[in-house]
T-cell receptor
Framework: SQQGEEDPQALSIQEGENATMNCSYK?????LQWYRQNSGRGLVHLIL?????REKHSGRLRVTLDTSKKSSSLLITASRAADTASYFC????????????FGQGTTLQVKP | NAGVTQTPKFQVLKTGQSMTLQCAQD?????MYWYRQDPGMGLRLIYY???????DKGEVPNGYNVSRLNKREFSLRLESAAPSQTSVYFC????????????FGQGTRLTVV
């Protein structure tokens, strides 16, 4: 079964606005990762946050992790039309041997 | 630097036919993975290879076999294709098996009729 559940499934905003996506998971993790997928393309890694970290930044991206609630959020600030894509969280579980398990994704549309 | 290369990009098969999807990475990564992506299902792990010489089942291994031919190459074989295997297949690699990002190929769109 899927490890991550993402919310919302779809999000439509205007350019310049912030976009927030959430991910919940079920088991203990080593880390949680976020990926972007442009239409018809492969996934591109955005950011990795370890289980002992609470917040991480990369450019306009801010990721938080709450291991007590088993949840993470991805914030994209000052969105651009080029941010239009699907965003996936993926968990690297403590009990596994390196399997990355993906959520179902959030489709983000940024209107110019 | 090509990264992860998958061939073919598109394929149409008839039910019962077999085929092999090829994947090669040039980043000297130890671990490689095969995922399938279906609408509304996200990515599901089919098989993975933590290191050269080892392979393990993922979430949805039924109907597939894999071969880690060498450190660079990891192939996925469908012995008898079924319409339920219509999907987009992604190969990925990572430097090691845990606590690291994965690098993805561009995908193979497979249709089984």
């Amino acid at each position: 079964s899927q490890q991550g559940e993402e919310d919302p499934q779809a999000l439509s905003i205007q350019e310049g606005e912030n976009a927030t996506m959430n991910c919940s998971y079920k088991t203990s993790i080593n880390n949680l990762q976020w990926y972007r997928q442009n239409s018809g393309r492969g996934l591109v890694h955005l950011i990795l946050i370890r289980s002992n970290e609470r917040e991480k930044h990369s450019g306009r991206l801010r990721v938080t992790l709450d291991t007590s609630k088993k949840s993470s959020s991805l914030l994209i600030t000052a969105s651009r039309a080029a941010d239009t894509a699907s965003y996936f969280c993926a968990t690297d579980r403590s009990s596994n041997t390196g399997k990355l398990i993906f959520g179902q994704g959030t489709t983000l549309q940024v209107k110019p | 630097n090509a990264g992860v290369t998958q061939t073919p990009k598109f394929q149409v098969l008839k039910t019962g036919q077999s085929m092999t999807l090829q994947c090669a990475q040039d980043m000297n990564h130890n671990s490689m993975y095969w995922y399938r992506q279906d609408p509304g299902m996200g990515l599901r792990l089919i098989y993975y290879s933590a290191s050269e010489g080892t392979t393990d089942k993922g979430e949805v291994p039924n109907g597939y076999n894999v071969s880690r031919l060498n450190k660079r190459e990891f192939s996925l074989r469908l012995e008898s294709a079924a319409p339920s295997q219509t999907s987009v297949y992604f190969c990925a690699s990572s430097p090691r098996v845990s606590n690291t990002e994965a690098f993805f190929g561009q995908g193979t769109r497979l249709t089984v009729v």
